[in-house]
């Protein structure tokens, strides 16, 4: 069942970030590498788990989770950096500043909250919950 549930926040976050992405691409902004890295770490990691869920292995379980991981870790420095590009003179942790920016942009604030309904339930998943 937490395997499921990973999945499900996993397609819809790799959903809303496809929509961001086009979003920016269409505005003619620019898109730093960073971005593709988190987008190609994402569709990895999914497969990976779509394999994990169809074998059953625990080994395959773990790699998808790391790779979630260090996906969740690109996203994180994306936020951090473009915050801090946009404000580079601010007081305070550069981390909770851009989280706090982030909630006047609702489909950014989307992308993040399914963030964790994707790594807590694969977390559990590979724990073998």
Same mark, same amino acid.
């Given at each position: 069942? *937490?395997? *499921?549930?990973?999945l499900?926040?996993?397609?819809?976050?790799?959903?809303?970030?496809?929509? /961001?992405?086009? +979003? !920016? !691409?269409? =505005?003619? +902004?620019?898109?730093?590498?960073?971005?593709?890295?988190?987008?190609? *770490?994402?569709?990895?990691?999914?497969?990976?788990?779509? =394999?994990?869920?169809?074998?059953?292995?625990?080994?395959?379980?773990?790699?998808?989770?790391?790779?979630?991981?260090?996906?969740?870790?690109?996203?994180? *420095?994306?936020?951090? @950096?473009?915050? $801090?590009? $946009?404000?580079?003179?601010?007081?305070? /942790?550069?981390?909770?500043? =851009?989280? #706090?920016a =982030?909630? #006047? @942009?609702?489909?950014? !604030?989307?992308?993040?909250?399914?963030?964790?309904?994707?790594?807590?339930?694969?977390?559990?998943a590979?724990?073998?919950?």
């Amino acid at each position: 069942m *937490t395997a *499921t549930i990973a999945l499900v926040g996993w397609v819809l976050n790799i959903g809303v970030g496809l929509v /961001i992405l086009a +979003r !920016l !691409l269409s =505005a003619r +902004r620019h898109v730093p590498p960073l971005a593709y890295y988190h987008l190609t *770490t994402a569709l990895v990691g999914l497969g990976v788990w779509i =394999a994990f869920m169809a074998a059953g292995s625990a080994v395959l379980a773990w790699i998808g989770f790391g790779v979630l991981t260090l996906h969740n870790a690109f996203g994180d *420095t994306l936020m951090v @950096k473009g915050w $801090r590009r $946009r404000n580079p003179d601010a007081p305070g /942790i550069a981390y909770f500043q =851009a989280t #706090k920016a =982030a909630w #006047k @942009k609702p489909l950014l !604030l989307v992308h993040g909250f399914l963030a964790p309904v994707a790594w807590f339930p694969a977390l559990a998943a590979a724990l073998g919950f």
